[in-house]
C-alpha cells in the first residue's frame, strides 16, 4: 500500500500509539498531570523501574502525555526516537553535553541563535570544550575548521537572524565520513519543510516554542535522532531535569496539528512580502531564502518542501530611513522577540536577541542596527505589505 502523506501520519501518531480504541475513550491524548505513578506492589514498581514491564515511574524520567507527543515529534522528523525537553535550550544544551566531554572541539555555524552562542561561550568552555565558528554556507571553510578532537559540528538550517543556509546534505557527507556528530538547529524550518536526518544530520534540535507549537503560548523544545542517541540524551535530561511539562507538550502537540497548513500559508505570505519589501524606498536589502536574489536560492527551491522557505527573513534599512520611526509607526507586526507565532513579529537582533555578540562578531556576520529580523504571521499578505509600506514612508 501507498504510504500516506507526512501531514497525515503526524496528525494519526497520537491516535494510533495512544488510544485502545474503546466506547467513551478520549479522542485526543489525556494530559497526565501528575508527579509519580502508581504500583500495586513493590515486585511491580521493580520491574517497571528495571525496564522489564512497560510503565511509568516519576515524570522526570516519563511520562505518558509526553510519550504521545514525542511519538507525534518522530513521525515529523522521520526519527527512530524523539524527546520533548523544557526549551529549545534545553534541547540544544542537553544534546551537547550527553556529545561532548573535556578537551573535544566544536565546528559550529557563525549564524545562529544567540543563546546557543553563550552556551558554547559559557558552560561549554568552563566544560573544557572549545569552538570554532565558520561561514556554515561555505561547505570548504566548514570542512577545513574541523580538528582531530571535533566531535560535534552543530549548524542550524537556515541561520539566525541573517537567512543562511547551511546544505546540510552536503556537510553530513564531511562529518559522516570522520564519524562527527552533526547536530542541525532545524527551528527556522520545522521538519514540514525539512527533515535533516533524512539527509544525514545525526540529531535534529528544535525551539519548538516557535513554529512546532506556533500560537506564542509555550516555551518547548524537542531533540530526534536514533534510538541508541535520544536513550543517552534522555539520561542527560533526567539527570539536569529539563524535563517538558506535560501540560505545555500537549499544547505544543495541539499546535504541531496544523503546523504543516501554517507552514505553507507563513511560507507563501512571506514571498509576497519579501518581494514588495525588495521594491520599497528605504529598504537597502532583504534576505529571504524564497527569493531568487537569495544566494542559496536554488538549494531552499530543491530541498524544501515545495520549495517553501518558511515564515522568517530579515531587511537592512537604508541610511536615510530612521529604524526607530520605522518599527514604532508599524501597526500589524509586533514588536516582541521569538517568531513563528500566528501574528506577525519584529526585532532588531543587535538590541536583542544579538545583543551579547560583540561588535567584531555582529560586523563578521554583517549584522547591524540597521538589521530587523520579521517573523510572518498568518494576516493576510496585502495588510502586511501595506502597514511596512506606510511605515516606511513615516520614517523616510
Ligand atoms: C534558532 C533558535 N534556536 C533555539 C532557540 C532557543 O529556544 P527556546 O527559547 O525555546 O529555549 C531559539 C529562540 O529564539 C531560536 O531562535
Known amino acids: 500500500m501507498r504510504e500516506r502523506e507526512p501531514n497525515t501520519r503526524l496528525l494519526h501518531t497520537a491516535f494510533k ?9 478520549a479522542l ?8 509519580s505513578f502508581y504500583f500495586p506492589s513493590l515486585e511491580k514498581g521493580a520491574a517497571v523501574a528495571r525496564g522489564d514491564e512497560p510503565g511509568f515511574v516519576y515524570t522526570r524520567g516519563g511520562n505518558p502525555t509526553l510519550r504521545t507527543v514525542e511519538e507525534t515529534v518522530s513521525t515529523l522528523e522521520g526519527a527512530e526516537d524523539s524527546l520533548v525537553v523544557a526549551s529549545g535550550m534545553a534541547a540544544t544544551t542537553s544534546t551537547l553535553i550527553t556529545l561532548l566531554k573535556p578537551g573535544d572541539h566544536v565546528v559550529a555555524g557563525a549564524a545562529q541563535y544567540g543563546g546557543t552562542y553563550g552556551f558554547l561561550h559559557g558552560v561549554a568552555a568552563r566544560m573544557g570544550v572549545s569552538f570554532t565558528t565558520v561561514d556554515a554556507t561555505d561547505v570548504g571553510q566548514l570542512e577545513r575548521a574541523i580538528r582531530p ?6 549548524v542550524e538550517t537556515v541561520g539566525n537572524p541573517m537567512m543562511t543556509v547551511t546544505p546540510i546534505d552536503a556537510v553530513a557527507t564531511i562529518t559522516r565520513s570522520r564519524d562527527i556528530a552533526l547536530v542541525v538547529d532545524n527551528t527556522f524550518a520545522s521538519g514540514a519543510l525539512y527533515r535533516p536526518l533524512s539527509q544525514g544530520a545525526t540529531v535534529v534540535v528544535n525551539s519548538a516554542t516557535k513554529y512546532m507549537n506556533g500560537h506564542g503560548d509555550t516555551i518547548i523544545g524537542t531533540i530526534s535522532g536514533a534510538a541508541t542517541v535520544i536513550a543517552a540524551i534522555k539520561d542527560t535530561v533526567n539527570q539536569l531535569g529539563g524535563i517538558a511539562n506535560p501540560l505545555a507538550a500537549y499544547l505544543m502537540w495541539r499546535g504541531m496539528a496544523t503546523l504543516y497548513a501554517r507552514m505553507a500559508v507563513h511560507s507563501d505570505t512571506a514571498l509576497q512580502v519579501a518581494e514588495a519589501l525588495e521594491a520599497m524606498p528605504g529598504v537597502a536589502r ?5 527569493l531568487k536574489s537569495h544566494p542559496q536560492h536554488d538549494w531552499i527551491a530543491s530541498h524544501f518542501t515545495g520549495g517553501r522557505a518558511g515564515g522568517m527573513m530579515s531587511i537592512d534599512l537604508d541610511p536615510h530611513t530612521d529604524v526607530a520611526a520605522f518599527v514604532d509607526h508599524l501597526a500589524l507586526f509586533h514588536r516582541a522577540v521569538s517568531l513563528g507565532d500566528t501574528t506577525s513579529l519584529i526585532e532588531q537582533p543587535t538590541s536583542l536577541t544579538h545583543r551579547k555578540l560583540t561588535e567584531a562578531e555582529q560586523a563578521s556576520m554583517a549584522l547591524t542596527p540597521r538589521t530587523l529580523r520579521l517573523s510572518i504571521g498568518l494576516e493576510a499578505p496585502a495588510d ?13
Not at 500509539?17 to 475513550?25: I, K, M, P
Open 28 to 35: 485526543t491524548p489525556p494530559v497526565v498531570l501528575t508527579t
Open 149 to 154: 578532537e571535533t566531535r560535534v559540528v552543530f
Open 17 to 25: 500509539s495512544n488510544r485502545a480504541g474503546q466506547v467513551g475513550e
Open 286 to 290: 532583504v534576505r529571504y531564502p524564497g
Open 384 to 396: 502586511l505589505i501595506e502597514d511596512l509600506r506606510q511605515a516606511l514612508a513615516t520614517a523616510r
